[in-house]
């Protein structure tokens, strides 16, 4: 077993202790401990891969699935603040499934590859972490999303009013971002094929993505389920983005 694994292990165990005390009394404090140094340890292991990859950990489907849990969990630590902590536990637990299924990928894909050509340019470091910063608010604005619609009838006008304003901020840190991606993607695209635009089956769902989550702005009459739908939606067009096109279709991004 490689230190990453061991590492990545240990981070999961870490960060598993942490959800289980935030349900305990009086143990917040230990709960954010533990947190933080599984973060710590999940931070090392991206260092560890990626000087074994010999760059960020970023370029394939297992890198970003152990890189986007490490995002995520730098918004619940830095940010904590601004996630009320009815649903920080979701986002621990969202974490840790996002670490789960990374670990039970096929050994095959967890392998360190040098980057492909095409992938060695200075955009990558624009492009990449442009959509995870908007995959990343993306997931957050779904936990807002799924927890106001289970809790509705449940929770204070007020109460409700301020998860909305929360769930409005993720959505409008999501839609800036994965329109960074897209124009950034361009440039790059640009310079790497010689056009900014091939319809490639990748750069058709990134698009597909704004043009879903663009119906959130102009809603006759929003309320919390018109919101929400238009929030699941964006985010299993962006999953099947993520997961499925590099995939099932086949295009300049399959090396993904």
């Not at 940010?79 to 974490?95: A, E, G, S, T």
């Not at 879903?212 to 702005?217: E, G, K, P, Q």
């Not at 919390?224 to 985010?235: G, M, R």
Request: hydrophobic fraction near 55%; charge should be positive; include cysteine.
């Amino acid at each position: 077993m490689s230190v990453e694994s061991i590492l990545l292990i240990i981070t999961t165990v870490a960060y598993i202790i942490s959800c289980i005390l935030h349900f305990v009394k009086e143990s917040e404090k230990s709960s954010r401990s533990f947190f933080i140094i599984g973060l710590s340890l999940h931070l090392i292991a991206l260092i560890v891969r990626s000087i074994l990859a010999q760059h960020p950990p970023f370029s394939n489907l297992y890198e970003t699935m152990i890189l986007l849990p490490f995002l995520i969990g730098i918004r619940y630590v830095f940010w904590k603040k601004q996630i009320p902590k009815d649903i920080r536990w979701i986002m621990i637990i969202l974490v840790i499934a996002l670490l789960v299924i990374a670990a039970l990928l096929p050994n095959e894909m967890k392998k360190p590859e040098p980057l492909m050509p095409a992938l060695n340019s200075i955009w990558m470091y624009i492009h990449v972490p442009a959509y995870f910063f908007g995959y990343v608010s993306i997931f957050i604005a779904l936990v807002y999303a799924v927890f106001l619609l289970a809790r509705k009838n449940v929770l204070s006008p007020e109460k409700i009013d301020d998860l909305i304003t929360k769930m409005d901020r993720e959505v409008k840190i999501c839609f800036f971002f994965l329109n960074i991606g897209l124009i950034t993607g361009a440039i790059w695209a640009y310079i790497s094929w010689g056009n900014y635009w091939s319809w490639d089956p990748k750069e058709t769902w990134a698009l597909i993505n704004i043009l879903i989550l663009t119906f959130y702005f102009h809603l006759s009459h929003p309320n919390l389920v018109k919101k929400a739908i238009v929030i699941i939606v964006t985010f299993l067009s962006v999953l099947f983005t993520y997961w499925g096109v590099s995939y099932l279709l086949i295009g300049l991004h399959s090396y993904t």
